[in-house]
């Protein structure tokens, strides 16, 4: 097994010699035909991530009512929502199922009834093209042979994408929703995505990227509550994919019994099923959790549902030993033992 030095430097070898590509986020799946029938989320972000589609208010603490956490739309932003809707008119095949329009991004679900002639990146390209259209209606956007004839400002060189006619990001990221009970987790992120965005902004400190750290002998991203390192008690969760629901279930309660009468904090990887269960339940019970990511954290990090509240309480650490990457793993077992190991030095603290 490698020592911490090893892995800290094969991580920087990675760093060094990975050079740049093209962002996971937005990669297609080479084993689908993008013309066929299906469910299909995608996001689209402004470029610049610049807050031009709506405002931000509400109650986090609500969950449902009138007063939970919303999006007030913008002009720009009803303009860009009458122009989601109206894509059946171009694309007869292709449902808008639902629209989720943040401050500077938007999710959506596309349902392609039956196969398309085209790629859905033309359904993605008509619609950017109307959204850029209603745009320069409401002066948010210059043509650019006007933008190029204007004096430039301080202003107009800070918006110079917008000047030149570029209201979104280039490309967009999707997602084929097949799996079970997919398409009502994706339903739900999306109307939740508000209130998320707002406990990020009432608790930024436990939200924002950490930088490095030094921990176990090796630097590591972090993000979340950097003071939970300090903490002399912490239990370590390692979990085989071999064992039963039921030798979970004595595991579980095992750990969280003694966390109780500890005080104490779990740290894990979470990616083993029982390792999961366990953190899942901890986290519900209030106990403060380490999570050590197998695959790095990406710049973009939103924690998930079952982090998020940890998260704004100030229970949650995310550490990071291996820049961030979306491709397969083919050591994925190495790196699970790797953080394995990292984990009992964190805990023996080290």
Known sequence: ????????????????????????MKRRCNQHDYRDRGIYMVTLCLEGRLPLLGTLEGDPTLKEGEGRAHIVLSPLGRKVKECWESIPKFHPVVEPMKLCIMPDHIHGLLFVHEKMEKHL????????????????????????????IAQPTEQT????????????????????????????RMAAYMDDNPRRLLLKRLYPKYFTHLGKLMIAGMEMDAMGNRFLLDNPVKIQVQCSRSLTQADIEREKTAILDKAFDQGAIIVSPCISPGEQQIATAAMAEGIALIVLLVNGLHPLFKPSKRYLEACTE?????????????????????????????????????
């Not at 097994?1 to 996971?24: D, L, Q, V, Y």
């Not at 390209?125 to 043509?143: I, N, S, V, Y």
Request: net charge positive.
């Open 157 to 184: 060189r800070k918006t110079s994408d917008h000047a030149l006619g570029t209201l979104w990001e280039s490309g967009y990221n999707d997602r084929l929703l097949r799996g079970k009970g997919q398409l009502d």
């Open 314 to 350: 100030g229970r949650l650490l995310i550490l990071a030993p291996f820049p961030y990457q979306n491709e397969k793993q083919e050591n994925m077992r190495q790196r699970c033992l790797q953080l394995n190991t990292l984990a009992t030095q964190i805990c023996n603290n080290e």
């Open 1 to 24: 097994m490698k020592t911490p030095e090893e892995i800290a430097k094969e991580a920087e070898n990675h760093r060094n010699w990975a050079g740049p590509k093209k962002s996971s």
């Open 121 to 148: 990146g033309n359904v993605i390209w008509g619609f950017k093209t109307g959204c850029r259209k209603a745009a320069r209606e409401l002066g948010f956007l210059q043509d650019k042979q006007a933008a190029q």
